[in-house]
């Protein structure tokens, strides 16, 4: 069985960095693309940024030049590493990939942007 843990989320003040990271366990032949999501309170879960199978990247428009999401096949981690953070950043941030054929969602992690 497949399953993601987040990790990596936190408060940090406006200008500042994190790191999150989503965890593979479980058996899989392949991820065909994996993706961060975010859902701030009262608002729809958007995308973020999203890498398909052969690298391509895309980003949304209010992240782009700050995000840059990336892997490592070596330890079935995908990560969204998160710089020049703004308040309007805040949000419940979730991996989700589609491995063999299925998609799968991590449990979210909470960033908070503030001073």
């Known amino acids: 069985q497949v399953q993601l843990v987040e990790s990596g989320g936190g408060l940090v003040q406006p200008g500042g960095s994190l790191r999150l990271s989503c965890v593979i366990s479980?058996?899989?032949?392949?991820?065909?693309?994996m993706g961060w999501y975010r859902q701030a309170p009262g608002k729809q879960r958007e995308l973020v940024a999203i890498?398909?199978?052969?690298?391509?990247?895309n980003y949304a428009d209010s992240v782009k030049g700050r995000f840059t999401i990336s892997r490592d096949n070596a330890k079935n981690t995908v990560y969204l590493q998160m710089n020049t953070l703004k308040p309007e950043d805040t949000a419940v941030y979730y991996c989700?990939?589609?491995?063999?054929?299925?998609?799968?969602w991590g449990q979210g992690t909470q960033v908070t942007v503030s001073s």
């Open positions: 479980g058996s899989f032949f392949s991820i065909d693309n």
């Open positions: 890498m398909v199978n052969g690298g391509s990247t």
């Open positions: 989700r990939l589609a491995i063999d054929g299925r998609y799968y």
